[in-house]
Nanobody
Framework: QVQLVESGGGLVQAGESLRLSCAAS????????MGWYRQAPGKQRELVAS???????RYADSVKGRFTISRDNAKITVYLEMNSLKPEDTADYYC??????????WGKGTLVTVSS
């Protein structure tokens, strides 16, 4: 099992920044992709950004140029730097890690609220 601990959510005003962190522990061998998803009220969960163990990244079109994902492989931690936040970025943000075995794990989520 992999345990994921997320932090960094909160309430900010439009245009401000937040940094989310997600630290993995437990049976972490085989983790190759780490990422963030979000789910707004009444909407489906969607990919925000992901990063593989070799540094390849993927972003949702809605966050390109504003969000940056990074990871510290030694600490098995993934970060999401969110700049120029918009009210439509308001959502629960979930950390996700995927193993080469095909198993993936989810964090409990951290709430990001952006006021206009």
């Amino acid at each position: 099992q992999v345990q994921l601990v997320e932090s960094g959510g909160g309430l900010v005003q439009a245009g401000e920044s937040l940094r989310l962190s997600c630290a993995a522990s437990g049976s972490t061998s085989g983790i190759y992709r780490m990422g963030w998803y979000r789910q707004a009220p009444g909407k489906q969960r969607e990919l925000v950004a992901s990063i593989t163990s070799n540094g390849s990244t993927r972003y949702a079109d809605s966050v390109k140029g504003r969000f940056t994902i990074s990871r510290d492989n030694a600490k098995i931690t993934v970060y999401l730097e969110m700049n120029s936040l918009k009210p439509e970025d308001t959502a629960d943000y979930y950390c996700n890690v995927a193993k080469t075995s095909g198993t993936d794990y989810w964090g409990k989520g951290t709430l990001v609220t952006v006021s206009s």
